[in-house]
């Protein structure tokens, strides 16, 4: 047990892993093949699962603060340990209402979102009557630079004119996805960080359309799928944007920072499964006269990930503890440092643990493969870890300029 973690936390973890052993582990593959031969429909397991998880109190169990009946009151390091082990399995998140973006939305529609808001949207995906979706990256720019989005979001009398593109939209082809939140453009001539604002967008409003689907190294995540979509004078009360003109990139910030805690430990229960898999394959096979267990490179490769792990969570730990007790904005370094270093890891251990598998590990026998093809997308969400490692390195060189503890004396001859 972490120095991080609490006793409500672990209480909480062993619910939320009973609940996957006795519930989502047996029926893993059997959802996956449905996925892929049904892809517009759900299991017929999911909603009866979470409906038995929110009867069991295991519901959106990531709002860091009490939300009335509908949070659990965890912090940001409690939900985080029960994030590693949801993230053991992609669609488990769901079951407890806790899956992205339908997180980052409510966040949003909690903070920042007017009364009507939060009558019509928030607490509708908070008792898991709908999901929803955020439309951020286009295809036409480089969107790891926010300030590149080009989509438009004009005012015309009582209504905002939505125009653009977007691509990478999870969850709209989702059957209960009824809202999305867009990001675009209300002032193209304001200074660079006060052009984008976020806008309330109804699905089914005229002038949307939901275009082609979207693989993910040939893989389609069904039923929700990644779209892309097209925004053709789509009209919207003006009481649908969040927070005023201009406030977009401060609205995602607030989005983002314990949104990338949770896909940081959500990767960590990805790597942790990927690496019990090797482990119990390095248990079972022989090649050459000798058990895979008892050779050095194997042994290395477990050791290796063993520490890369416990290294991960660690610096996980420390992010969302620091989130909970100064805030996101004070725990910038350490969520940058979790993109650049925790979030490739989960990739980087499931590689390794196919390549111990051999061919079974990169067929749909096991779900080291699905596990792989999540754990890679991963690396480009909330920002690539290229654009973090520039902004972190960029933060720290220029602190220590003015920094007074640092000893700058150097030695000669």
């Known amino acids: 047990m972490s120095i991080y973690e609490t006793k409500k936390g672990q209480e909480y973890k062993a619910r939320v892993k009973n609940f996957m052993d006795k519930y989502i582990y047996p029926i893993e593959h059997e959802v996956e093949v449905f996925s892929r031969t049904n892809p517009s429909e759900l299991h017929p397991q999911i909603e009866v699962l979470k409906a038995k998880a929110k009867a069991e109190g295991l519901w959106n169990l990531f709002m860091p603060v009490n939300y009335g009946e509908y949070s659990a009151g965890l912090t940001n390091v409690e939900y985080a340990v029960l994030a590693e082990e949801m993230g053991k399995i992609l669609w488990a998140s769901e079951i407890f209402n806790c899956n992205a973006p339908d997180t980052g939305n ?95 967008l109804p699905a089914g409003t005229p002038g949307v359309t939901v275009g082609r689907k979207l693989a993910t190294l040939n893989a389609f995540d069904n039923p929700g799928c990644h779209c892309e979509m097209h925004l053709d004078n789509v009209r919207v009360p003006a009481a649908n944007l969040i927070l005023g003109e201009g406030r977009g990139f401060e609205i995602a910030q607030g ?83 979790l993109k650049i270093s925790v979030i490739p890891l989960g990739s980087k251990i499931v590689d390794d643990a196919m390549q111990v598998f051999g061919g079974m590990g990169i067929s749909n026998d096991i779900p080291l493969a699905t596990m792989y093809t999540h754990a890679r997308a991963m690396r480009y969400a909330d920002g690539p870890e290229e654009v973090h490692a520039h902004q972190l390195g960029r933060n720290l060189l220029k602190r220590a300029l003015t920094r007074p503890d640092i000893d700058t004396q150097y030695f000669t001859p």
């Open 255 to 337: 989005r983002l920072g314990p949104g990338r805690i949770h896909h940081a430990m959500r990767l960590i229960g990805v790597a942790q499964r990927a690496l019990d898999y090797m482990c119990k394959r390095a248990n079972e096979r022989n090649a050459f006269g000798k058990q895979f267990s008892e050779m050095g490179v194997i042994r290395q490769l477990v050791a290796k990930s063993y520490c890369e792990i416990q290294k991960a969570r660690q610096l996980t730990l420390m992010t969302a503890y620091t989130i909970d007790q100064e805030g996101a904005k004070a725990a910038k370094d350490l969520i940058s440092a």
């Open 106 to 200: 409510m966040e949003v529609f909690a903070k920042y979102g007017s009364d009507e808001h939060k009558e019509k949207y928030l607490n509708p995906l908070l008792n898991g009557e709908i999901r929803s979706a955020f439309l951020m990256t286009e295809p036409d720019v480089a969107s790891s630079d926010a300030r590149n989005i080009q989509t438009s979001i004009v005012r015309d009398g009582d209504e905002y004119v939505i125009n653009g593109r977007k691509w990478w939209s999870s969850n709209v082809r989702h059957p209960n996805c009824q809202v999305y939140i867009v990001m675009g453009k209300t002032d193209p001539d304001a200074s660079s960080y006060q052009q984008q604002s976020m806008i309330v």
